[in-house]
């Protein structure tokens, strides 16, 4: 079993940064690949970025690339979503998950409740 938990969404006006990271629970964190997806209202929840279980593999969507860097420190449990230059339309209630390295939501098995993330124009 394991437990995630985000911190560090907000409020930013568009072209700011945030830093999210996801905090996960007991001894198995490095064997799961890492995933952050987003869900905006009235919309379908999205994949932004995941990140191998050694962390040299790294995936995001298109509409991220050049600006969100996925990361994470197996030491402290835990993955980062570093997002620059953001835009009005990235607000959504970002989430983390663990699981399958891939971007279909179904091969992740453990979410986090989300952190929500708004971008002001």
């Known amino acids: 079993q394991v437990q995630l938990v985000e911190s560090g969404g907000g409020l930013v006006q568009a072209g700011g940064s945030l830093r999210l990271s996801c905090a996960a629970s007991?001894?198995?964190?490095?064997?799961?690949?890492m995933g952050w997806f987003r869900q905006a209202p009235g919309k379908e929840r999205e994949f932004v970025a995941v990140?191998?279980?050694?962390?040299?593999?790294?995936s995001y969507t298109d509409s991220v690339k050049g600006r969100f860097t996925i990361s994470r420190d197996n030491a402290k449990n835990t993955v980062y979503l570093q997002m620059n230059s953001l835009k009005p339309e990235d607000t959504a209630l970002y989430y983390c998950?663990?699981?399958?390295?891939?971007?279909?939501?179904?091969?992740?098995?453990?979410w986090g409740q989300g952190t929500q993330v708004t971008v002001s124009s």
């Open positions: 998950a663990a699981g399958t390295f891939g971007l279909r939501g179904d091969l992740y098995d453990y």
């Open positions: 007991g001894r198995t964190f490095s064997s799961y690949a």
């Open positions: 990140i191998s279980r050694s962390g040299t593999s790294t």
